[in-house]
């Protein structure tokens, strides 16, 4: 659905995006990963982000609650997905996560993902490759989410931070 028709959308802001950070400061911190508050919905039905990644730095494994779609304005980013074998997460222990595939996407590149109940993964700048600058647009206000302790089994929901650029 909107996803689809939003993916040509963010190909084209992510190879031109001038105009976009034309009078905006982009944050970034020697310690995490920083997200820049870029344009909010006034009934938080969408937000939007730039989040700059210094190199090596890294989300914890986590999820979003709705759907959304990312592009990779400048560097590299990774993403490494994980999966719970039965589809769902019931309960906030006992949760079994198995490792999937690694996305590896360039300057220009664009991927997106739906709730299949909860997208999981981490995603990040590795550190031999540089640092990078993406785009995060979400179908809700993005000011929480899960995060999982994949050895523990167990996942908490976490007030995320951000930067009004």
Request: aromatic letters at 8%.
């Amino acid at each position: 659905g909107c996803v689809n028709a939003i993916v040509p959308l963010m190909e084209r802001l992510v190879s031109t995006p001038g105009d976009l950070f034309a009078d905006r400061t982009l944050h970034s911190d020697p310690d995490h990963y920083t997200r820049n508050l870029i344009r909010l919905a006034e009934d938080g039905s969408l937000s939007l982000y730039a989040i700059v990644w210094r190199p090596g730095q890294w989300t914890p494994v986590h999820d979003h609650g709705s759907w959304g779609v990312v592009g990779v304005v400048e560097g590299a980013l990774e993403e490494r997905s994980f999966m719970s074998p039965d589809g769902t997460i019931h309960r906030d222990d006992g949760i079994r996560l198995m490792r999937g595939g690694v996305i590896r996407l360039q300057p220009g590149s664009v991927t997106s993902f739906v709730p299949n109940p909860d997208h999981i993964h981490e995603t990040g700048a590795p550190a031999e490759r540089g640092g990078a600058v993406t785009l995060h647009l979400y179908g809700r206000t993005m000011n929480s989410f899960y995060v999982y302790d994949v050895a523990a089994g167990r996942r908490r929901l976490i007030d995320v931070p951000h930067n009004d650029s």
